[in-house]
């Protein structure tokens, strides 16, 4: 039990790598088996991640679970990782959607399964592995191992642009984070003397702040790597292909999770690393923020694809997150992080029943839809509270990350313009009720068209195994947020703290000077 204690949070985090080989080594005939390892995988590795949850203490200094083995010591290489409350929710979010991601995907794979189930449970292992990393060279290996089964996803089980979908998400974000690792390197280079230099988080922030004119390059490469990810517009392009040529099950994890790494990499990465350029650029973050939130809710309103819609509302959704990152107070902040776990619920919940809706019509286009509630109720009204929730209505999710995020930003005394971006960011709560009730209202209501007259079949036993999960989520963190508040308030008040902080504590010199003649 010991070993388990001090290792739990490397058995979550390989855990689902460990189904991954498992079913590599079975017949590649058994498609049952194979996702039967893949579901038991990801049971495993939500049951283990409930301890993390149990065992972590809200108010506790530094990270929690951590452990480190020396890599590469003579490099600065480590095996560092641990978690604070950040990490944490997404931890959370990332396991609770796995066997989710699964079952939701049961009967619509049937080709290549064991290659489809390795890759859900390799971009599982590499999620999680991105969020508990400490030493940045650790981080940047999970980092990129995320694009490898994304990309087969979408290339492989993919809608008929597949490959030009694939191409075009693995150019955007492999190029992206090229810049990145060259700012990685460069702070290992002036990270102390030869033998002496490290790659590790918590070591270069305990080195100080480096010189304002060379954190603005710093910050910029890294920047550049998160808000592709985000996507902050305009960035964005590759996301709404992505998005509608990926399988449901993709879209789900693309949505839930993926997204989150980017605006997970400013908070944690590089703001704090470079805090005097992230306070100089944070009026230009909370501008692509708003533009984000206005430009991507009139992009819903012109979408006929289902799918297209829901991807650019998450351009919308995540602009608020970067809104409240760049407002530089605690309440913004929090309710940024809190909208990052509720995004990933209320949109990996919509994807997932749009492909219910795929699976059963065949059809994306919004105008083959309606009267879906007569034959399908259950799924209407399943599809109803997701609405509610991505709308942001009191009493569900949305509501309280929204809501946080505009008063904190409101009353922001570090960000220029607070006032008019907050205001017109607010106009994105308006917007996103139009697009979603229009939405919904074409779909499940009017005269039964083509989709409709079919016979669509309702929510079927194993499907709501999928859908009741993310419902009741919605629900409780919409009257509980406080449990989710609680555990991020410490790292929230020291990001802020550590960013909007006028004096930062000098820096050693970067390089020892040259010795002296003897």
């Given at each position: 039990?010991?070993?388990v204690?001090?290792?739990?949070?490397?058995?979550v985090i390989?855990?689902?790598?460990?189904g991954?080989v498992i079913i590599?080594?079975?017949?590649?005939?058994?498609g049952?088996?194979?996702?039967?390892?893949?579901?038991i995988?990801?049971?495993?590795?939500?049951?283990l991640?409930?301890?993390?949850?149990?065992?972590?203490r809200?108010?506790?200094?530094?990270?929690?679970f951590e452990?480190?083995?020396d890599w590469?010591p003579?490099?600065?290489?480590?095996?560092?990782?641990g978690?604070?409350?950040?990490?944490?929710?997404?931890?959370?979010l990332?396991?609770?959607l796995?066997?989710?991601?699964i079952?939701?995907?049961?009967?619509?794979?049937?080709?290549?399964v064991?290659?489809?189930?390795?890759?859900?449970?390799?971009?599982?292992?590499?999620?999680?592995?991105?969020?508990?990393?400490?030493?940045?060279?650790?981080f940047?290996?999970f980092?990129?191992?995320?694009?490898?089964?994304?990309?087969?996803?979408?290339g492989m089980?993919?809608?008929?642009r597949?490959?030009?979908?694939?191409?075009?998400?693995f150019?955007?974000?492999?190029?992206?984070?090229?810049?990145?690792?060259?700012a990685?390197?460069?702070?290992?280079?002036?990270?102390?003397?030869?033998?002496?230099?490290?790659?590790?988080?918590?070591e270069?922030?305990?080195?100080?702040a480096?010189?304002?004119?060379?954190?603005?390059?710093?910050?910029?490469a890294?920047?550049?790597?998160?808000?592709?990810?985000?996507?902050?517009w305009?960035l964005?392009?590759?996301l709404?292909d992505?998005h509608?040529e990926a399988?449901?099950?993709?879209s789900?994890?693309?949505?839930?999770v993926?997204l989150?790494m980017?605006?997970?990499?400013f908070?944690?990465?590089?703001?704090?690393?470079?805090?005097?350029?992230?306070l100089e650029?944070?009026?230009?973050?909370?501008?692509?923020?708003?533009?984000?939130?206005v430009?991507g809710s009139?992009m819903?309103?012109?979408q006929?694809?289902?799918?297209?819609?829901?991807a650019?509302?998450?351009?919308a959704?995540?602009g608020?997150?970067?809104?409240?990152?760049?407002?530089?107070?605690?309440?913004?902040a929090?309710?940024?992080?809190?909208?990052m776990?509720?995004?990933?619920?209320?949109?990996?919940?919509?994807f997932?029943?749009?492909g219910y809706l795929y699976?059963r019509?065949?059809?994306?286009?919004i105008a083959?839809?309606?009267?879906?509630?007569?034959?399908?109720?259950?799924l209407?009204?399943?599809f109803?509270?997701?609405?509610l929730?991505?709308?942001?209505?009191?009493?569900t999710?949305?509501?309280?990350g929204e809501?946080?995020?505009?008063?904190?930003?409101?009353?922001?005394?570090?960000?220029?313009?607070?006032?008019?971006?907050s205001?017109?960011?607010?106009?994105?709560?308006?917007?996103?009720?139009?697009y979603?009730?229009?939405l919904?209202?074409?779909?499940?209501?009017g005269?039964?068209?083509?989709?409709a007259?079919?016979?669509?079949?309702?929510?079927?036993?194993?499907?709501?195994?999928?859908?009741?999960?993310?419902l009741?989520?919605i629900?409780?963190?919409?009257?509980q947020p406080?449990p989710?508040?609680?555990?991020?308030?410490?790292p929230?008040d020291?990001f802020?703290?550590?960013?909007s902080?006028p004096?930062?504590?000098?820096?050693?010199?970067?390089?020892?000077p040259?010795?002296?003649?003897?």
């Amino acid at each position: 039990m010991d070993f388990v204690q001090s290792h739990l949070l490397s058995l979550v985090i390989f855990a689902p790598m460990v189904g991954a080989v498992i079913i590599a080594f079975l017949p590649r005939g058994e498609g049952g088996q194979h996702k039967g390892v893949a579901l038991i995988a990801s049971l495993l590795t939500f049951a283990l991640s409930v301890p993390l949850a149990v065992g972590f203490r809200p108010g506790a200094r530094g990270f929690s679970f951590e452990q480190r083995t020396d890599w590469a010591p003579n490099l600065g290489f480590s095996y560092h990782v641990g978690i604070d409350g950040v990490a944490l929710l997404l931890l959370l979010l990332t396991t609770f959607l796995g066997p989710i991601v699964i079952l939701s995907s049961w009967k619509y794979i049937q080709e290549r399964v064991n290659l489809y189930c390795i890759s859900l449970l390799v971009l599982e292992t590499a999620v999680i592995g991105t969020l508990a990393a400490l030493d940045l060279v650790l981080f940047y290996v999970f980092w990129e191992a995320m694009l490898i089964p994304m990309y087969l996803l979408i290339g492989m089980w993919g809608s008929e642009r597949r490959i030009y979908a694939a191409v075009k998400f693995f150019l955007f974000t492999f190029l992206g984070s090229v810049l990145m690792l060259l700012a990685i390197f460069w702070l290992w280079n002036n990270s102390g003397p030869a033998g002496h230099r490290t790659f590790d988080y918590l070591e270069l922030l305990a080195q100080g702040a480096l010189p304002a004119d060379r954190q603005k390059w710093l910050f910029l490469a890294f920047a550049l790597a998160f808000a592709i990810k985000v996507p902050v517009w305009p960035l964005h392009t590759w996301l709404p292909d992505a998005h509608t040529e990926a399988p449901a099950a993709g879209s789900i994890i693309l949505a839930g999770v993926m997204l989150k790494m980017g605006t997970f990499g400013f908070i944690r990465y590089a703001m704090p690393l470079f805090p005097h350029a992230a306070l100089e650029y944070a009026p230009a973050m909370g501008t692509l923020g708003v533009i984000g939130i206005v430009y991507g809710s009139f992009m819903c309103m012109a979408q006929s694809d289902l799918k297209r819609l829901i991807a650019y509302s998450s351009v919308a959704h995540l602009g608020f997150v970067m809104l409240g990152l760049s407002a530089l107070t605690a309440e913004a902040a929090s309710g940024a992080v809190l909208q990052m776990v509720n995004h990933g619920i209320s949109t990996g919940a919509l994807f997932l029943m749009v492909g219910y809706l795929y699976e059963r019509t065949h059809t994306r286009d919004i105008a083959a839809y309606g009267g879906l509630a007569r034959v399908a109720p259950a799924l209407a009204a399943s599809f109803l509270v997701v609405t509610l929730s991505s709308i942001g209505l009191p009493g569900t999710n949305g509501f309280v990350g929204e809501f946080l995020i505009l008063a904190g930003t409101f009353t922001s005394k570090e960000l220029r313009g607070a006032v008019p971006l907050s205001i017109i960011g607010a106009t994105g709560v308006v917007l996103g009720a139009v697009y979603m009730l229009w939405l919904y209202q074409r779909v499940f209501f009017g005269p039964e068209r083509k989709a409709a007259s079919h016979g669509v079949a309702d929510l079927s036993v194993r499907e709501w195994f999928t859908v009741a999960p993310l419902l009741l989520a919605i629900v409780w963190i919409g009257f509980q947020p406080q449990p989710l508040l609680d555990a991020v308030k410490r790292p929230v008040d020291e990001f802020v703290q550590r960013v909007s902080r006028p004096i930062l504590p000098p820096r050693p010199p970067l390089l020892p000077p040259p010795a002296g003649p003897q």
